[in-house]
């Protein structure tokens, strides 16, 4: 296991369309999703796609207990979802503030479907079907949009609200990354 480095906004490869992974449980997807999670955990991630750190393949992870950088918000299970299809339920949205790895220190408030289903394969090729709504809905768009080369910034409505957490939450004292 290892501590990636996770690309930031700018670097062309987190704008890149991801490849579906084609075999399930090998030694290299292994490898892949536990340096994922390792590095997901490292930086106080919610979660964390693969093109983050340079792989251009579908393959997100995702947890959040107690985790610093969303100090209100609900727990969800550590998750590792592949080749992930996301199928919103209903034309809910609601705006809330996202940060994301790749763009340390800041802040955007982002519209997110509410409810949504999904379905995707583990790392051993077995099905995973959900539905979700909150903030694991929330989630699990995001990192998805990674697969398609989409960060959060891009669905921001009125860049005014988008800054450093430094500056938009003072008394919040979020860590930068
Ligand atoms: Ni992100």
Redesign the pocket.
Known sequence: MAIETVLKMGDPRLLRKARPIEAFDTPELHELVSNMIETMKALDGA???AP?IGVDLQVVVFEVNANPRYPDVETIPLTVLINPVLAPTGDEMKEDWEG????PGMRGLVPRYVKLHYSGFDIYGREIVKDVEGFHARVVQ??CD?LFGV??PMRIRDLRNFGYSSALFPEKRLPDE
């Open positions: 979660g964390l796609a983050q994301c790895l790749s763009i995001h990192e990674h960060l959060y």
